[in-house]
C-alpha cells in the first residue's frame, strides 16, 4: 500500500484509517524462505503530527517456517504492531524517525521487514521438541532410533571407567 504525506498535510482531518491486507511472497532469511501462507492483515492508522508522520498499526498472518531442531515446516502465527515515524524533511530527522525521499511511502515493505524482524532466534515447532539424532539423522519426535548417544567428554573417560567397574 502506497501512503502520500501531501494527503495528510493538505487535510484538515490529519489521520488516515488503514486496513487492508495483502500477500507477502516468499522471503530469503539466514538461507530460510519464509512464507506467509495467509494474507497479511494491517489495522490501524497513519497520522500526521508537528511534521512527523506516524504509522501505528496491527498486523497479524501466519507463516510456514522450518523448526530449528528437527527441520520440520510448522506454522508459526504472527500478532505483532508496528509504530514507525517518517519524516521527509532532512532538517527534521533524528534517530527514531525514517527519512522518505519524496512524497509517498510503500508501508508493505515496511511491514515485511517488521514481520521478519519480530521472528524468535531459534524457530521450534513445539517447546518439547527433540530434534534429530546427531548420528543416524532420524527425527526423534517421530520414531526412536538404535542409535548409541553415550558420548562421553574425553577429558572424563578416565571417571567413566572407574565408575563401570
Not at 502506497?2 to 538461507?31: C, N, P, T, W
Not at 514507525?84 to 509517498?104: A, P, Q, Y
Amino acid at each position: 500500500m502506497i501512503l502520500q504525506f501531501s494527503d495528510l498535510i493538505s487535510k484538515r482531518e490529519r489521520v488516515k484509517a488503514i486496513d487492508y491486507a495483502f500477500e507477502m511472497g516468499s522471503v530469503d532469511h539466514e538461507g530460510e524462505k519464509i512464507k506467509a501462507i495467509e494474507p497479511v492483515k494491517v489495522k490501524g492508522k497513519f497520522s500526521f503530527d508537528e511534521g512527523l508522520l506516524e504509522l501505528n498499526v496491527d498486523v497479524d498472518t501466519v507463516l510456514d517456517l522450518s523448526c530449528s531442531r528437527c527441520l520440520e515446516i510448522f506454522s508459526y502465527p504472527i500478532h505483532i504492531s508496528v509504530n514507525e515515524r517518517f519524516t521527509n524533511n532532512l532538517s527534521d530527522e533524528d534517530d527514531d524517525s525514517i527519512f522518505v525521499d519524496g512524497d509517498t511511502i510503500d508501508i508493505t515493505e515496511i511491514i515485511a521487514n517488521n514481520i521478519i524482524s519480530a521472528l524468535p532466534i531459534k524457530r521450534l515447532c513445539s517447546e518439547n521438541c527433540k530434534g534429530l539424532c546427531q548420528q543416524c539423522g532420524t527425527n526423534l519426535n517421530k520414531k526412536q532410533c538404535s542409535c548409541d548417544n553415550n558420548e562421553i567428554d574425553i577429558r572424563l573417560a578416565k571417571l567413566n571407567d572407574l565408575f563401570s567397574k
